[in-house]
């Protein structure tokens, strides 16, 4: 049953505090996609990758936000030093190029106190 | 620019209803995918329909069906027969068809409510 894994689930951290979130997409897909949901800006696009490489990170704050691809296995995201509007659900998406859909993982909810 | 626009933030149907969620979209980009999505109380997103820009009939997926209106640039989302577990939220996407632009971006969605 191939599906995106994120991890972890749920996350409570202090103010100031790094945070990573983790993502497994799907093997065989080369586009990997980061997703924040709250309730006032609905999901907004923080990047997105194409065979590892990043190809748009402009809704991601550059001060503090980082996503990676280490291998095609794992993308990460950073954020440090984490604040409280940073709290939402964080989603990792993967997919193919082209004109097709992505497939979520069940996203990290990101508590910063 | 917000590109999709979803303009019903709530909806009330009856069971057994038929449902519309509306959504249009801005793109000068001749070759793009709509796409809806529904996400429960549980939080999953789930994929539920893909329409083609190219496509020359309206993509049916069991009761799903997207009523794609080029011209208007609409890709509304009909929801045959409603039942209590369609309520939900649900986002209109869409995905432009450039080699290194195709990000896939949402609307602000629709939280649909079914009455017994």
């Known amino acids: 049953d191939a599906r995106v894994t994120q991890t972890p689930r749920h996350k409570v951290t202090e103010m100031g505090q790094e945070v990573t979130m983790r993502c497994q997409p799907i093997?065989?897909?080369?586009?990997v996609f980061w997703y924040r949901q709250t309730m006032m800006q609905g999901l907004e696009l923080l990047a997105y990758?194409?065979?590892?490489?990043?190809?748009?990170d402009s809704g991601m704050p550059k001060d503090r936000f980082s996503a990676e691809m280490p291998d095609a296995t794992l993308a990460t995201l950073k954020i440090q030093p984490s604040e409280p509007r940073d709290s939402a659900v964080y989603f990792c998406?993967?997919?193919?190029?082209?004109?097709?859909?992505?497939?979520f993982g069940q996203g990290t909810r990101l508590t910063v106190v | 620019a917000q590109k999709i626009t979803q303009t019903q933030p709530g909806m009330f149907v009856q069971e057994k209803e038929a449902v519309t969620l509306d959504c249009t979209y801005d793109?000068?980009?001749?070759?793009?995918?709509l796409f809806w999505y529904k996400q429960p109380s549980s939080g999953e997103m789930i994929f539920l329909i893909y329409?083609?820009?190219?496509?020359?009939q309206n993509a049916t997926e069991g009761r799903y069906s997207l009523n794609f209106q080029k011209a208007r640039k609409s890709a509304n989302l009909v929801i045959s027969a409603s039942q209590l577990g369609d309520s939900a939220m649900y986002f209109c996407?869409?995905?432009?068809?450039?080699?290194?632009?195709?990000?896939?971006?949402f609307g602000k969605g629709t939280r649909l409510h079914i009455l017994p």
């Open positions: 998406a993967s997919g193919l190029g082209g004109m097709t859909e992505a497939f």
């Open positions: 329409q083609g820009s190219y496509d020359q």
């Open positions: 093997l065989g897909h080369n586009t």
């Open positions: 990758f194409r065979n590892r490489a990043p190809l748009d």
């Open positions: 996407a869409m995905r432009e068809g450039r080699e290194r632009d195709d990000k896939i971006i």
């Open positions: 793109t000068s980009d001749p070759s793009y995918g």
